[in-house]
């Protein structure tokens, strides 16, 4: 059975092709809208660019304020006469003619309480509707008994993930067959951008719980074995221990921040400073370390405590793991429209095959911190941008990732 993050991933890669697949039609029109003469031609363009601007406001999901800006296009893609959007317990958008009052809002949801529980599209006609007490027509009441033509409702279910979340209701002067399934479809359609919203949002608060496990790895093994190695300072060389303190204070505050979920290369690199100076206090001359920055790459946007676990995995099982001296380089270059970093040691290496096991999370042990970069990476940059690790029994191990330069929608 596949990993929560690897549905996720799945199931973000599909709609990240059907979103390709929509816009790429949309562009061919775009372009050749000079050439749109037949109406069907001129109804494709209008539709998908009704369709394109309320997405824009359904990306934050179900939202009062989204529902809103939403809703006057889905209104214009219909053609009804009003059109509102309801949650499970208050209407979030009102569009059209029809009075939007307090008291229509709660008739509404009270029709909207049977769709909400059977997840079926409902009709109400004639007397059915007007026992509901609804404003039937601009500057009306239908208390009064003036129906004015009275309008026909129809109430379709949102369902997100097979649950009624919420509903479409649609005020017309005759409800058709083509309209119920015209909108049931952008039911459908509103449930699916609530859905790719919910799942951006899963995907957020999995990274998070990534960064948080990372966190919790790092804790236990690297602040013993510091402490440890500042309180062998405490009375030989006092002014060393207070140096190591406050380096052990300010990478602490770093890898226990609670904002943002991207760092810059510059401030994962000072971080990877602070840690490297806390080992060399551990192992002295054992420890060598060489640098090879380009400046223009610094600036680049990566994941929060991406590199930082590579560099640990190279003094954990490069340098704990043998007798000798440890040789520890990291690079960082610019490859064009890629940032190319990487982290190579001498030590013991390891068995490739092992190595596949634990990347796909066929295997628990002690490498958990480079699947959980791996799986990261793949999440925020695609499948072609997870770790590249050439690594053999006795051979050391050279770990290379590469990460876009242009990532506008990346605050650090």
């Not at 890669?13 to 809208?33: D, E, F, M, N, P």
């Not at 539709?47 to 800006?69: F, M, Y």
């Not at 007490?133 to 004015?148: E, N, W, Y």
Request: aromatic fraction near 4%.
């Amino acid at each position: 059975m596949l990993s929560p993050a690897v549905d996720i991933a799945l199931v973000c890669a599909v709609a990240v092709l059907t979103v390709v697949a929509v816009a790429a039609l949309g562009h061919r029109l775009i372009r050749s809208q000079g050439d749109l003469g037949s109406d069907t031609e001129r109804a494709v363009y209008s539709t998908l660019h009704t369709a394109t601007l309320a997405s824009q406001h359904l990306r934050a999901g179900l939202t009062p304020g989204g529902a809103s800006k939403a809703g006057r296009h889905l209104r214009a893609l219909l053609g009804c006469d009003t059109l509102v959007i309801t949650d499970a317990a208050a209407v979030l958008a009102w569009e059209g003619s029809l009075p939007d009052t307090p008291r229509s809002r709660v008739r509404l949801l009270e029709a909207s309480r049977t769709v909400l529980e059977s997840g079926r599209t409902k009709v109400f006609r004639g007397a059915g509707l007007r026992s509901l007490g609804l404003d039937l027509s601009p500057g009306r009441d239908s208390s009064a008994g003036q129906d004015g033509g009275a309008r026909q409702l129809l109430i379709c279910p949102l369902q997100v993930n097979r649950q009624t979340v919420g509903t479409l209701a649609v005020f017309a002067p005759t409800v058709s067959a083509g309209l119920v399934r015209a909108a049931n479809d952008v039911a459908g359609w509103v449930a699916a951008q609530v859905e790719l919203a919910e799942l951006d949002t899963s995907r957020t608060l999995l990274m998070e719980a990534e960064v948080r496990a990372l966190r919790a790895q790092i804790s236990p093994h690297f602040i013993y074995n510091s402490l440890n190695a500042i309180a062998s300072y405490i009375t030989t060389d006092p002014a060393r221990a207070r140096e190591l303190v406050v380096e052990f204070a300010d990478f602490t505050r770093y890898t226990f921040r609670r904002s943002g979920n991207f760092t810059t290369v510059a401030e994962e690199l000072q971080a990877i400073d602070r840690y490297l100076l806390l080992e060399r206090a551990r192992f002295g001359d054992r420890l060598k370390i060489s640098l090879q920055i380009g400046p223009e790459v610094l600036g680049t946007a990566i994941p929060f405590l991406s590199l930082q676990p590579l560099v640990e995995n190279s003094v954990r099982h490069g340098l704990e793991a043998s007798d000798g001296n440890g040789h520890i380089t990291i690079t960082a270059s610019d490859a064009g429209s890629l940032a190319v970093i990487t982290v190579e040691d001498n030590g013991v290496g390891m068995d490739p095959e092992y190595l596949r096991s634990i990347l796909a999370g066929h295997a628990d042990g002690d490498h958990v911190g480079l699947r959980n970069v791996d799986v990261r990476l793949r999440q925020v940059y695609g499948e072609d941008h997870g770790l590249v690790i050439d690594t053999a029994p006795g051979a050391g191990t050279l770990i290379t990732m590469r990460i876009p330069k242009s990532q506008p929608g990346h605050r650090t």
